[in-house]
């Protein structure tokens, strides 16, 4: 049964920084492509980052881009997003996902972890 588990959420003032993990078990995390995505009040769920399974190569949203890194530590099996220069309106809740390679749905969902930045 696969499992995924975000963490590291919370309030922080506008231009400051969390880093979100979501920690993967039962599956072979490192043959997942990973994917970060967020949900704000009243608003439809949105791609936020993307990390592909085999060489790292990342995409973001244009909302995040410059300031997010996804990141993946594959002996953890474990899926980061490093925020920086938050603000009010990332505030959302924010889920972890995996993908099969070579397709275009996130198949496992994590819970989701509450990030609210403040003005």
């Known amino acids: 049964q696969v499992q995924l588990v975000e963490s590291g959420g919370g309030l922080v003032q506008a231009g400051g920084s969390l880093r979100l993990s979501c920690a993967a078990s039962?599956?072979?995390?490192?043959?997942?492509?990973m994917g970060w995505f967020r949900q704000a009040p009243g608003k439809e769920r949105e791609f936020v980052a993307h990390?592909?399974?085999?060489?790292?190569?990342?995409a973001y949203a244009p909302s995040v881009k410059g300031r997010c890194t996804i990141s993946r530590d594959n002996t953890k099996n474990t899926v980061y997003l490093q925020m920086n220069s938050l603000k009010p309106e990332d505030t959302a809740v924010y889920y972890c996902?995996?993908?099969?390679?070579?397709?275009?749905?996130?198949?496992?969902w994590g819970q989701g972890v509450q990030v609210t930045v403040s003005s």
């Open positions: 996902a995996t993908r099969d390679p070579g397709k275009a749905e996130y198949k496992n």
């Open positions: 039962g599956l072979t995390f490192s043959n997942y492509d």
């Open positions: 990390i592909s399974w085999a060489d790292g190569i990342t």
